[in-house]
């Protein structure tokens, strides 16, 4: 790839991804969603089924739109395309809470649900083709500083959108509040989308035939019986994921438990979006130099601390820092997991690889509402232990287990 052309598609990613993470200050999963179904009127299990959502609809879709992504030479039309759709389904669910909030709020709830399902959905279906965009027009070994400031960027965007949402949630009355607050999400993402038509794909990828369905599937437990490393990868990977089954009710457990204000969302928000910031430009030099692997650590780490204060909290001004340590957690562990995957298998394997990961471990997020159901029964306290008992095994499996496959790399073994 010509150097003007990479420097140009390295200045279009970090602008087109800053404007994608900055919509994460106006619709956190973990701060402004859950407040959202409180305030329509939903429960703990309804709280728990934004997190499944959330994760769920996004990675189970990859294997199959890998499938076909895989096949495609060209990987931005599908980028685009997929990824435009995904903007107009956020556009409509903020009309929905708008049009039903006030006066049908569980009409409303279940529209939004259906339709933040169906936005999850899209992004599941776009990710596996926008990423092997993303890693085709980035060199390995600038793709840990490129998301790296791409991210803190927009997690600056994002600071800015947590101070905004503060003021739209005391400034307007229900349901406009946070409707104002999904139709920023859409003109953020539109943003991006149209920043997006601007990258240069300058050469076509490598591409494997479309296999039978069946057959396409058949070949996965292959893949998983001979590639040991990225089978004790996906491991480390599913018991992270149950340590996140408190992510979901820290917010509500705080607004109830301490009897704190709305506008406390958005001071929950800030806290993660600000630590974001740091956490994000760090972590990208560290993942060029040391490697994934040290970066899933940290995230690891962070998540423990997170739980743990959670946990022991006395206070709300004492509960700020397990949003602080989440932020770290968010800002570092999504990068590195799709980055340390794409390294585990060949380059025209890339997308299935990530495809592969996300759908195996979309069905372990259903966590959230076993930590819905286990709240109502035994109290949030008994989600929390459960999420700290987790990440102190995920840790040891990451430490101990996961080999960095870079290592690989270098020994000739990949």
């Known amino acids: 790839m010509p150097a003007e052309v990479e420097k140009r598609n390295f200045v279009l990613n970090v602008v087109e991804g800053a404007f994608f993470s900055a919509s994460a200050g106006f619709m956190s999963a973990q701060t402004m969603l859950p407040a959202l179904v409180v305030k329509l009127g939903g429960s703990n299990i309804e709280v728990g089924a934004i997190g499944v959502i959330t994760a769920v609809g996004l990675f189970l879709p990859q294997i199959f739109a890998a499938r076909y992504v895989e096949t495609h030479a060209w990987k931005k039309p599908w980028a685009v395309k997929y990824g435009l759709i995904q903007r107009i389904v956020v556009l409509l ?74 003021w739209y949630l005391t400034r307007f009355d229900f349901p406009l509040s946070y409707s104002l607050a999904i139709f920023s999400v859409f003109a953020l993402q539109a943003a991006s989308i149209i920043v997006q038509t601007y990258l240069i794909e300058e050469e076509p990828s490598p591409v494997v035939e479309r296999k039978p369905f069946f057959a396409f599937l058949k070949q996965l437990p292959n893949i998983l019986h001979e590639n040991i490393p990225f089978r004790n990868f996906l491991i480390a990977t599913v018991v992270q994921i149950i340590a996140t089954m408190p992510v ?135 989600v929390f232990w459960i999420g700290t008992i987790a990440s102190v095994i995920g840790i040891a499996l990451m430490l101990f287990k996961v080999t960095e496959p870079r290592t690989l790399q270098r020994a000739g073994k990949t």
């Open 93 to 166: 669910s903020g009309l929905s809470v708008l049009a039903f909030g006030g006066h049908e709020p569980r009409t409303a709830l279940w529209m939004f649900l259906t339709l933040f399902a169906l936005n999850q959905i899209m992004l599941g279906v776009t990710t596996p083709g926008w990423f092997e965009m993303f890693a085709k027009m980035v060199p390995v070994h600038k793709r840990g500083r490129l998301s790296g400031v791409r991210s803190s960027i927009g997690g600056v965007g994002a600071f800015l959108g947590g101070i905004a949402l503060t």
């Open 248 to 382: 979901g009710f820290y917010t509500v457990y705080a607004l109830q438990r301490f009897s704190a204000n709305e506008s406390m969302v958005g001071a929950f928000t800030l806290a993660i979006v600000a630590v974001q910031v740091v956490s994000s430009l760090g972590i990208g030099y560290i993942v060029d130099r040391r490697g994934n692997k040290l970066a899933l650590v940290i995230a690891a780490c962070a998540l423990f601390l997170a739980n743990v204060c959670a946990v022991f909290a006395p206070s709300l001004d004492w509960f700020m820092p397990v949003f602080i340590f989440l932020g770290i957690n968010l800002g570092i562990e999504m990068l590195a997991r799709y980055n340390i995957a794409i390294e585990y298998g060949p380059t025209e394997q890339r997308a299935m690889y990530v495809g592969m990961m996300n759908t195996i471990i979309a069905p372990f997020y259903l966590v959230a509402l076993i930590g819905g159901a286990a709240s109502d029964a035994f109290g949030y306290a008994t």
